[in-house]
Protein backbone atom coordinates (compact mmCIF):
# COMPACT_ATOMS: atom_id res chain seq x y z
CA UNK A 1 0.00 0.00 0.00
CA UNK A 2 1.58 3.71 -0.87
CA UNK A 3 0.95 6.46 1.38
CA UNK A 4 1.26 10.31 1.83
CA UNK A 5 1.83 12.02 4.58
CA UNK A 6 -0.20 14.67 5.56
CA UNK A 7 1.00 17.44 8.16
CA UNK A 8 -2.14 19.43 9.93
CA UNK A 9 0.25 21.08 12.02
CA UNK A 10 1.45 24.69 12.87
CA UNK A 11 3.55 26.00 14.78
CA UNK A 12 3.82 29.36 16.84
CA UNK A 13 1.46 32.12 15.34
CA UNK A 14 0.37 29.95 12.66
CA UNK A 15 3.38 29.55 11.03
CA UNK A 16 4.47 26.25 9.37
CA UNK A 17 6.55 24.17 10.92
CA UNK A 18 9.71 22.91 9.53
CA UNK A 19 10.59 18.81 9.23
CA UNK A 20 14.08 18.15 11.10
CA UNK A 21 14.91 15.40 8.72
CA UNK A 22 18.30 14.85 10.87
CA UNK A 23 16.22 14.39 14.31
CA UNK A 24 13.39 12.28 12.51
CA UNK A 25 15.26 9.78 11.01
CA UNK A 26 17.86 9.45 13.83
CA UNK A 27 15.08 9.13 16.71
CA UNK A 28 12.69 6.49 14.09
CA UNK A 29 15.88 4.28 13.35
CA UNK A 30 15.16 4.89 9.66
CA UNK A 31 15.81 1.51 7.48
CA UNK A 32 14.78 1.05 3.27
CA UNK A 33 12.07 -1.49 3.46
CA UNK A 34 11.33 -2.13 6.81
CA UNK A 35 8.63 -1.17 8.92
CA UNK A 36 10.28 1.61 11.47
CA UNK A 37 8.69 4.21 13.91
CA UNK A 38 9.06 6.85 11.05
CA UNK A 39 5.24 7.41 11.59
CA UNK A 40 5.31 7.28 15.72
CA UNK A 41 8.07 9.98 15.37
CA UNK A 42 6.17 12.14 12.99
CA UNK A 43 3.32 12.15 15.24
CA UNK A 44 5.48 12.90 18.21
CA UNK A 45 7.04 16.39 16.30
CA UNK A 46 3.72 17.45 14.59
CA UNK A 47 1.27 15.93 16.30
CA UNK A 48 -1.37 16.16 14.14
CA UNK A 49 -0.29 14.09 10.98
CA UNK A 50 -2.45 12.22 8.97
CA UNK A 51 -1.29 9.66 6.26
CA UNK A 52 -3.47 9.31 3.03
CA UNK A 53 -3.73 5.62 1.41
CA UNK A 54 -3.85 6.06 -2.40
CA UNK A 55 -5.48 2.89 -2.75
CA UNK A 56 -8.05 3.32 -0.55
CA UNK A 57 -8.17 7.04 -1.19
CA UNK A 58 -8.57 8.21 2.31
CA UNK A 59 -6.39 9.61 5.54
CA UNK A 60 -5.55 7.23 8.86
CA UNK A 61 -4.66 8.48 11.93
CA UNK A 62 -1.64 7.24 13.84
CA UNK A 63 -3.62 4.84 15.90
CA UNK A 64 -5.62 3.73 12.33
CA UNK A 65 -2.43 2.27 11.04
CA UNK A 66 -1.05 0.41 13.77
CA UNK A 67 -4.39 -1.14 13.74
CA UNK A 68 -3.89 -1.95 10.04
CA UNK A 69 -0.40 -3.49 10.64
CA UNK A 70 -0.86 -6.88 10.37
CA UNK A 71 -3.44 -6.71 7.52
CA UNK A 72 -0.45 -4.40 5.41
CA UNK A 73 1.90 -7.35 6.51
CA UNK A 74 -0.02 -9.88 4.85
CA UNK A 75 -0.91 -7.67 1.97
CA UNK A 76 2.74 -6.77 0.78
CA UNK A 77 3.25 -10.58 1.70
CA UNK A 78 1.00 -11.38 -0.76
CA UNK A 79 1.87 -8.65 -3.75
CA UNK A 80 5.59 -10.32 -3.16
CA UNK A 81 4.58 -14.13 -3.97
CA UNK A 82 2.14 -12.58 -6.94
CA UNK A 83 5.17 -10.90 -8.48
CA UNK A 84 7.96 -13.19 -7.96
CA UNK A 85 5.56 -16.24 -9.19
CA UNK A 86 4.34 -13.59 -12.68
CA UNK A 87 5.64 -16.16 -15.65
CA UNK A 88 5.19 -13.78 -17.99
CA UNK A 89 8.32 -11.93 -16.26
CA UNK A 90 11.46 -13.05 -17.04
CA UNK A 91 13.70 -11.01 -14.54
CA UNK A 92 12.33 -9.56 -11.77
CA UNK A 93 13.21 -5.77 -11.23
CA UNK A 94 12.57 -3.83 -8.43
CA UNK A 95 12.88 0.02 -8.72
CA UNK A 96 13.65 0.96 -4.95
CA UNK A 97 14.32 4.32 -3.03
CA UNK A 98 17.93 4.62 -4.24
CA UNK A 99 18.98 2.30 -6.78
CA UNK A 100 17.04 -0.54 -9.02
CA UNK A 101 17.43 -4.17 -7.85
CA UNK A 102 17.72 -6.92 -10.46
CA UNK A 103 16.65 -9.19 -8.16
CA UNK A 104 18.87 -13.05 -8.11
CA UNK A 105 17.21 -16.11 -9.37
CA UNK A 106 17.13 -17.92 -6.07
CA UNK A 107 15.66 -14.92 -3.92
CA UNK A 108 12.91 -15.17 -6.33
CA UNK A 109 12.53 -18.63 -5.87
CA UNK A 110 12.18 -18.23 -2.00
CA UNK A 111 10.05 -15.46 -2.53
CA UNK A 112 7.45 -17.39 -3.99
CA UNK A 113 6.53 -19.01 -0.92
CA UNK A 114 8.37 -17.16 1.48
CA UNK A 115 6.72 -17.14 4.94
CA UNK A 116 7.63 -13.38 5.99
CA UNK A 117 9.11 -10.40 5.00
CA UNK A 118 12.26 -10.46 6.65
CA UNK A 119 15.09 -11.24 4.05
CA UNK A 120 13.18 -8.74 1.81
CA UNK A 121 13.41 -6.38 4.15
CA UNK A 122 16.89 -7.06 4.82
CA UNK A 123 17.92 -6.98 1.41
CA UNK A 124 16.50 -4.29 0.32
CA UNK A 125 18.18 -1.94 3.13
CA UNK A 126 21.92 -3.65 2.45
CA UNK A 127 21.08 -2.53 -1.08
CA UNK A 128 19.72 1.17 -0.62
CA UNK A 129 21.88 2.01 2.48
CA UNK A 130 25.27 2.49 0.49
CA UNK A 131 26.81 5.77 -0.99
CA UNK A 132 27.29 5.29 -4.83
CA UNK A 133 26.81 6.36 -8.14
CA UNK A 134 24.34 4.15 -10.03
CA UNK A 135 26.19 4.33 -13.54
CA UNK A 136 23.60 5.03 -16.67
CA UNK A 137 24.79 4.65 -20.31
CA UNK A 138 24.48 7.51 -23.35
CA UNK A 139 23.61 5.65 -26.33
CA UNK A 140 24.85 6.25 -29.18
CA UNK A 141 24.75 5.28 -33.12
CA UNK A 142 28.20 4.46 -34.70
CA UNK A 143 27.89 6.69 -38.10
CA UNK A 144 29.89 4.51 -39.85
CA UNK A 145 27.46 0.70 -39.73
CA UNK A 146 24.79 2.18 -37.34
CA UNK A 147 25.17 0.21 -33.95
CA UNK A 148 24.00 1.52 -31.04
CA UNK A 149 26.47 2.03 -28.39
CA UNK A 150 25.76 2.07 -24.48
CA UNK A 151 28.86 4.13 -23.55
CA UNK A 152 29.47 4.29 -19.59
CA UNK A 153 32.01 6.13 -17.82
CA UNK A 154 34.13 5.57 -14.90
CA UNK A 155 34.72 8.11 -12.48
CA UNK A 156 38.45 7.76 -10.28
CA UNK A 157 37.42 7.53 -6.48
CA UNK A 158 33.99 7.28 -7.14
CA UNK A 159 32.39 4.47 -5.53
CA UNK A 160 29.88 2.92 -7.91
CA UNK A 161 27.55 0.71 -9.41
CA UNK A 162 28.27 -0.74 -13.19
CA UNK A 163 26.13 -3.75 -14.91
CA UNK A 164 28.02 -6.71 -15.70
CA UNK A 165 26.71 -6.36 -19.21
CA UNK A 166 26.02 -3.63 -21.23
CA UNK A 167 23.01 -4.08 -22.41
CA UNK A 168 21.49 -4.70 -18.92
CA UNK A 169 20.47 -1.33 -17.91
CA UNK A 170 17.14 -0.28 -17.02
CA UNK A 171 16.23 -0.10 -20.77
CA UNK A 172 12.41 1.00 -20.30
CA UNK A 173 12.03 1.83 -24.40
CA UNK A 174 13.13 -1.74 -25.19
CA UNK A 175 16.12 -0.38 -27.06
CA UNK A 176 18.06 -2.74 -28.87
CA UNK A 177 22.12 -2.07 -28.02
CA UNK A 178 24.57 -3.54 -30.08
CA UNK A 179 27.90 -3.03 -28.28
CA UNK A 180 28.98 -1.82 -24.87
CA UNK A 181 31.86 0.70 -23.92
CA UNK A 182 33.49 2.19 -21.23
CA UNK A 183 35.35 5.63 -21.14
CA UNK A 184 36.83 6.85 -17.87
CA UNK A 185 36.89 10.57 -16.06
CA UNK A 186 39.62 11.89 -13.79
CA UNK A 187 38.05 13.74 -11.26
CA UNK A 188 41.07 15.97 -9.83
CA UNK A 189 41.89 17.30 -13.06
CA UNK A 190 38.68 17.22 -14.93
CA UNK A 191 39.19 15.63 -18.00
CA UNK A 192 38.17 12.54 -20.06
CA UNK A 193 40.67 9.67 -20.78
CA UNK A 194 41.14 9.54 -24.51
CA UNK A 195 39.59 6.63 -25.82
CA UNK A 196 36.87 4.17 -25.64
CA UNK A 197 37.81 0.60 -24.44
CA UNK A 198 35.86 -2.68 -24.46
CA UNK A 199 33.18 -2.93 -21.57
CA UNK A 200 33.52 -6.87 -21.26
CA UNK A 201 37.09 -6.39 -20.67
CA UNK A 202 36.45 -3.64 -18.15
CA UNK A 203 33.99 -5.97 -16.33
CA UNK A 204 36.31 -8.59 -16.39
CA UNK A 205 39.03 -6.60 -14.97
CA UNK A 206 37.06 -4.72 -12.06
CA UNK A 207 35.76 -8.44 -11.19
CA UNK A 208 39.54 -9.16 -10.27
CA UNK A 209 40.64 -6.25 -8.84
CA UNK A 210 38.28 -5.54 -5.91
CA UNK A 211 34.65 -5.40 -7.64
CA UNK A 212 32.00 -7.37 -6.12
CA UNK A 213 27.97 -8.48 -6.82
CA UNK A 214 25.73 -5.87 -6.06
CA UNK A 215 22.62 -7.90 -7.56
CA UNK A 216 22.16 -10.30 -10.41
CA UNK A 217 23.15 -8.24 -12.83
CA UNK A 218 25.32 -5.36 -11.28
CA UNK A 219 28.94 -5.08 -9.37
CA UNK A 220 30.08 -2.90 -7.03
CA UNK A 221 32.75 -0.87 -7.39
CA UNK A 222 34.67 0.52 -4.55
CA UNK A 223 35.90 4.11 -4.36
CA UNK A 224 39.13 3.12 -4.44
CA UNK A 225 39.90 3.15 -8.10
CA UNK A 226 43.08 5.93 -8.59
CA UNK A 227 44.13 7.28 -11.73
CA UNK A 228 47.14 4.67 -11.63
CA UNK A 229 44.81 2.25 -11.37
CA UNK A 230 42.67 3.44 -14.36
CA UNK A 231 45.47 3.89 -16.26
CA UNK A 232 47.08 0.04 -15.51
CA UNK A 233 43.73 -1.01 -16.62
CA UNK A 234 43.91 0.65 -20.23
CA UNK A 235 47.35 -1.10 -20.86
CA UNK A 236 45.73 -3.90 -20.62
CA UNK A 237 42.75 -3.12 -23.41
CA UNK A 238 42.99 -2.33 -26.81
CA UNK A 239 41.60 0.93 -27.79
CA UNK A 240 38.21 1.64 -29.98
Given at each position: MAFTLVINS???????KNIQMAELLKNCGLKYGSNNELAKEIERQFKKASFYCTEEK???TMDELENKEEAMAAFSLESLHRFCNDLEMKQCIL??????????????????????????????HELQAGDFYY??????????????????TLTDECAS????????????DGIQVDEGLISFWIYGEQRRVEGLYPYDMFVEYM???GAAKFDASHMRIPGNVTKEEIDKMIAGMGQD
Open positions: KGLFGKVRNYTLALYPWFMEPEKREYYKTCPDLNDFEETIAKPSLMKNKNDGKVLAVYIFPMDAKAFLNLMNH
